[in-house]
């Protein structure tokens, strides 16, 4: 992750508050990063061969040069734009973060100093993106920390693409390093519940907050939410949350 290299030297270009509906971009031939903090999104991002579905609470960093599309029925987000002069990277990072008031609060600091247009933004502005670096990489440490290396790993390659519905147990496996059966092992160490048990729960929770959000039918949700089958992700909602997507959703929008 970008945040892990402690000597970033850059230069901050702009910082933006943007709300899009209903949007397809594609983004070329820009020659700065970008990084984004989603207040409310389902955004799905593709670049090269890959592809991402963005999270709510979500500090996303797209490097320099990247090509990429970007789909949304709602992406609301932070943004500060910024010259990198010691770091280079092919692949968008991102990073769900369990602190997200106070990052965000960084980022709108940095957004409401950028509007002044005062002599000292640069340097002020400067200072809140060091500090955002500095409390993602002590949060991802704290995390990685709690966990072995190996499972770190896992997390974190889940996290950047449970959505995906051909996700199997198989390719996170592969991305780590082990065999199947020594993931599954390092799970029930660690956190007491299969791979596929986290990666079910990660998907129920977005789909619950896509249910939330009133802009999706069932059908959409359980494809977004990374579910190949409606009904199966009707039953497992409903042994999760206790009533089935419809119901949940329609007691929100009462």
Known sequence: MIFENSQLVFRVIDVL???????RMENTNRHFCALSFRKRTDAHIAWGDQQMDMQPYSVTFFPADVDYTREATVDEMMVIHFELFNYT???????????????LAQFQAAFDEWKKNHPSRQYRVTALLCNIFAQLYEEYEQRRGNHSPLLARALQF???H???????????ARHVGI?????????RQEMNLSPKQ???????????????????????VAKR???????YFSTVFRQAMGVSP????YSFTE
């Open 246 to 249: 419809s119901r949940y959703q």
């Open 89 to 103: 990277g092919k692949d968008i990072e991102t990073f769900v973060t369990v602190n997200p008031d106070a990052i």
């Open 162 to 172: 449970y959505t995906q519905s051909g996700l199997t147990v198989d390719q996170i």
């Open 17 to 23: 508050s943007i709300s899009s509906g209903h949007v």
């Open 198 to 220: 986290y990666l079910t729960s990660l998907r129920l929770h977005y789909a619950a907050s896509l249910l939330d959000s009133g802009y999706y039918t069932v059908t959409e």
């Open 158 to 160: 889940i996290g950047a």
């Open 225 to 231: 939410a990374g579910f190949e089958d409606e009904k």
């Open 179 to 187: 065999c199947p059966v020594y993931l599954r092992k390092i799970f």
